[in-house]
């Protein structure tokens, strides 16, 4: 269930809008100051925040400023009464990735909400050729079937469609995708492309050619 953190400190506005999207499938939570809403973020990994910007004991401009510390990627909408053209320039530099002003229309609230749903849907898909990858369920589907990748096999496929076109050198798939620094025999690169290409009933001239004694490269055809 898609789950929303509504950081707002009046009770009237947050029951409101609890009651709200609820009726429209959504799971919310309530955090009434900054401080609970940053704990509630680094906890319930909500889908998407709602944030007020007058609260007590830290404001939502600090609020989202942290949460974009270590997340990038999770839509924060400001909902606030602060009206001024400045304001809202000041709320998106912030990272905010939409300003709502009070009093607000409900239904135009919840069309903003699906709309940054939508998008994020769109980022979370990964396409090679005949294969699709979906980041947020780490499904992988290779023409129209389901395949099973371990963590590491999902990892070198993600990095390669990340680096489609370009070629990937042994060296940096160690580094990148194993996350190993220093000298090192890649030859355990091609244990999992063996794994990997078999999974995906792929072969060496497949969607992800080998280019001999420098590394891959990733292409749609
Ligand atoms: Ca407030």
Redesign the pocket.
């Known amino acids: 269930m898609t789950k929303i953190l509504i950081v707002?400190?009046?009770p009237g506005i947050y029951t409101f809008l609890q009651e709200g999207l609820a009726d429209e499938g959504y799971e919310t939570l309530v955090a009434t100051d900054g401080y609970d809403a940053l704990h509630d973020f680094a906890e319930c990994h909500p889908d998407l925040v709602l944030l007020?910007?007058?609260?007590p004991t830290m404001d939502g401009i600090e609020v989202c400023r942290r949460i974009r510390e270590t997340d990038e990627v999770t839509p924060v909408l400001f909902l606030t009464a602060k009206d001024g053209v400045e304001d809202t320039i000041k709320g998106l530099r912030t990272g905010a990735n939409d300003y709502i002003k009070k009093p607000f229309s409900f239904e135009e609230l919840v069309e903003r909400i699906k709309i940054h749903f939508r998008n994020r849907q769109h980022d979370d898909i990964l396409r090679l050729g005949e294969i699709v990858v979906n980041l947020t369920t780490h499904q992988v589907q290779a023409h129209d079937k389901e395949v099973q990748l371990t963590g590491r096999e999902f990892d070198l496929l993600t990095y390669f469609i990340r680096h489609k076109d370009r070629v990937c050198s042994r060296d940096d798939i160690i580094k990148d995708v194993w996350g190993i620094d220093f000298q090192y025999d890649t030859g355990v690169i091609d244990v999992f492309m063996n794994a990997l290409r078999k999974k995906l009933g792929m072969k060496s001239n497949g969607y992800i050619k080998t280019i001999r004694g420098v590394g891959f490269i990733a292409t749609d055809r």
């Not at 007020?52 to 609260?55: R, T």
Request: zero cysteines; glycine letters at 0%.
């Open positions: 707002e400190d009046e007020d910007w007058m609260l």
